[in-house]
């Protein structure tokens, strides 16, 4: 699958889906890390937009690679990993 690409400053939203079988749960945490090109790595917030969804904004601030994991534990555990790239122009 090819990786998508941002421009530097757009943000970035990360959605992700958490089921126990097919029903839609909140996991008892979420946790999200994000690892800006450089190898920083970052924990912003995840929002809670309805039962088993969690959406976190990522506004990369310079260019290269970004990688992320969302994971939750207790009433659901799973965790789901991706990547982007940032540029900075079209």
């Not at 090819?2 to 126990?20: D, H, M, N």
């Not at 992320?68 to 079209?90: D, H, K, L, M, S």
């Amino acid at each position: 699958m090819a990786i998508t690409t941002y421009t530097v400053g757009q943000p970035v939203r990360i959605t992700a889906t958490f089921k126990v079988g097919t029903t839609l749960t909140n996991p008892t945490t979420v946790t999200v890390q994000v690892k800006d090109p450089d190898g920083a790595v970052t924990t912003p917030a995840a929002t809670n937009t309805s039962t088993g969804i969690y959406t976190v904004d990522i506004t990369p601030a310079k260019k290269g690679r970004y990688a992320y994991r969302v994971a939750g534990t207790g009433a659901c555990i799973a965790a789901a990993e991706g990547e982007f790239n940032a540029r900075t122009e079209f």
